[in-house]
């Protein structure tokens, strides 16, 4: 079975710095990645998702994720971050064919927090 | 555009109690999802439906029984509430059908639900 491990349960970053959020995978083959975002009180919005060919992805709000097989990785970036960014990050994986239910398996998420 | 609606927000039971949990979505997809999110544990599947009249079990199913009313609506009920279950439930749904779908998910809101 698959499973995401987000090794950082919570990162600071100062408004304006860079921001790396870790992801890795475990898979037979090469799954379909995701990452996600969840403001407190709402739901789940989908930042970007990674099926095949360019292995760097753009999503939305100016994020950024790379795939790298070799590191079985999956890890999400953003030159430069904003106060409104401060939210959980989800990533998450869905079987590339077959096998075990369907449905996305997701880390335990890490919960971004900006200072000033 | 209102996407995927879930009802009600907030919910306090009790032991033993049983509660339908609604899911509606306007997009004219094919699967739907629901998924419990606990402190630390991210989310976890537990129950999907593929198409109408379909569903199969997730991650962590029991406790609990769904109904794929019709295309828009499926719902999730609690037959008989245990503490255990008190958590945040998400109601998803993605044009894919079956498994190995690279559909993103839709999430709800989330419905918060206590068990006493």
């Known amino acids: 079975a698959q499973s995401v491990t987000q090794p950082d349960i919570h990162i600071t970053v100062s408004e304006g710095a860079s921001l790396e959020l870790r992801c890795n995978y475990s898979y037979g083959a090469t799954p379909y990645l995701f990452w996600y975002v969840q403001s407190p009180g709402q739901g789940l919005q989908l930042l970007l998702k990674y099926f095949s060919g360019d292995t760097l992805v753009q999503g939305i709000k100016g994020f950024e994720a790379e795939f790298k097989r070799s590191q079985s990785s999956f890890n999400l970036r953003k030159p430069s971050v904003h106060w409104s960014d401060a939210a959980e990050y989800f990533c998450a994986v869905a079987p590339y064919s077959g096998g075990g239910a369907d449905g996305l398996t997701f880390g335990k998420g890490t919960h971004l927090i900006i200072q000033p | 555009n209102a996407g995927v609606t879930q009802t009600p927000k907030f919910q306090v039971l009790k032991t033993g109690q049983s509660m339908t949990l609604q899911c509606a979505q306007d997009?004219?997809?094919?699967?739907m999802y629901w998924y419990r999110q606990d402190p630390g544990m991210g989310l976890r599947l537990i129950y999907y439906?593929?198409?109408?009249?379909?569903?199969d079990k997730g991650e962590v199913p029991n406790g609990y029984n769904v109904s794929r009313l019709n295309k828009r609506e499926f719902s999730l009920r609690l037959e008989s509430a245990a503490p255990s279950q008190t958590s945040v439930y998400f109601c998803a749904s993605s044009e894919g059908r079956g498994r190995g779908s690279n559909q993103p998910q839709h999430f709800g809101d989330g419905t918060r639900l206590s068990i006493l």
């Open positions: 997009m004219n997809h094919n699967s």
């Open positions: 439906s593929a198409s109408e009249g379909t569903t």
